[in-house]
């Protein structure tokens, strides 16, 4: 509609016949109809307000985007999406541009700007049209772009801690076997004090070790060697391993696994290493005797799902954002890879990890494996037949 086609037609209201009215009339009703047509159409969100902020018109996507719909229609929209400040966006004749999270009725990143809708017969502001874009799927890009970045160059420092080091701790090694073998010589007396620093020594030296492998393999590219096999029977085979430190801490684990699980094409070796990682992690968050950690499985069509919860310290919110950064953890002993490698192998299996935690409260780690291609499904039999001619 063309500017000043509104005031034109309100000044000459009285002087035209009614015929000429309904024609003018029913070309504001089509062009209303295509106008919203066109918002309907979009991919962004659209929200027309008045001045006050009460919502005119809303379209489909931001309904989808904050979990609204038609009645929200006349109702103020700061009340309608909590925390959002009108007072402090709604500036008159001032653009405000801002990023906004939301958590219902999904979890989405979106960007949003509020510009005035000022009369085409002076600057006067009587109403807002807040336009709104979903930039989840962007930041997730980004987010796994600096992750890759990251990795690299993980990758390139891997390399020269492998030579740098790894060569070294294997001569030392050697060395403090010579030395043993030495020491087996002296009188038990002397003997005994020598020993002790040689086995501290050695211990270290272990530990040097164990870092730098954990390190290699977080970032080392691996291709699962898949094969079907019983993922019960890994879980199982894993809990085995943990039982004497399980048994020592007084930790009782509670096993809820689905019946008539389908063997699933997995790496079982890599499967194993995750499932031992997040069962460490939940035992050693256990204050004291007495924890409890349960295992459940599930499954549908799609996927099969395992859950591991404690109910041990839980993990503090301003932490949950760097769980798989590496160096980062709360164990003094730790070396903040354990996670990165539990996503890693994950994900190489075409997974995902998802981690719920509350302070106090324990924690909830699900795994979600996909089983393949989606199945066919049949249609069930029904007597009702429509020929069509």
């Not at 007072?87 to 801002?98: C, F, L, M």
């Not at 890693?344 to 998802?354: A, C, D, P, W, Y």
């Amino acid at each position: 509609m063309k500017s000043g086609f509104l005031e034109k037609l309100l000044s000459r209201l009285d002087r035209i016949d009614p015929a000429e009215a309904q024609q003018l009339l029913s070309r504001l009703i089509r062009e209303k109809g295509f106008l919203e047509q066109v918002f309907e159409a979009l991919h962004e969100g659209v929200i027309v307000l008045d001045e006050e902020g009460h919502v005119t018109f809303i379209n489909a996507a931001a309904q989808r985007f904050f979990g609204l719909s038609d009645d929200v229609l006349g109702e103020l929209l700061m009340q309608k999406i909590p925390g959002l400040d009108w007072e402090n966006i709604a500036k008159p004749g001032k653009t405000v541009s801002r990023d906004l999270e939301v958590f219902y009725p999904e979890n989405r990143y979106l960007n949003f700007y509020l510009s005035p809708i000022t009369s085409a017969l002076g600057n006067e502001a009587f109403g807002w049209v807040m336009l709104v874009r979903d930039q989840t799927a962007t930041r997730r890009e980004a987010e796994d772009s600096l992750e890759s970045e990251r990795l690299n160059a993980l990758t390139l420092l891997a390399a020269g801690v492998a030579h740098e080091i790894g060569n070294p701790l294997n001569s030392l090694d050697i060395h403090l076997q010579l030395l043993a073998r030495k020491l087996k010589k002296l009188p038990p007396g002397d003997r005994k004090p020598l020993e002790e620093n040689l086995d501290t020594a050695r211990r270290e030296i272990q530990r040097l070790d164990t870092i730098l492998r954990q390190f290699l393999e977080a970032i080392r590219p691996t291709t699962p060697q898949r094969e079907q096999c019983d993922l019960h029977q890994v879980i199982g085979e894993t809990l085995e391993l943990l039982e004497p430190e399980l048994a020592s801490r007084d930790i009782a684990v509670e096993l809820d696994l689905a019946k008539d699980l389908p063997p699933m094409s997995l790496d079982a070796t890599q499967f194993q290493q995750v499932i031992y990682n997040l069962l460490r992690n939940a035992y050693q968050a256990l204050q004291g005797d007495g924890g409890l950690i349960r295992i459940s499985t599930g499954y549908n069509d799609y996927e099969c799902r395992i859950s591991i919860s404690d109910n041990g310290s839980g993990i503090p919110p301003e932490q949950m954002g760097s769980l798989f950064e590496p160096y980062r953890t709360t164990k003094q002993s730790g070396t903040g890879l354990g996670l990165l490698i539990v996503r890693r192998v994950i994900r190489e299996h075409g997974g995902e990890i998802e981690i719920e935690s509350e302070p106090d409260a324990g924690t909830t780690i699900h795994i979600h494996i996909p089983r393949g291609p989606k199945p066919v499904r049949l249609l069930e039999s029904t007597d009702k037949i429509i020929d069509i001619d």
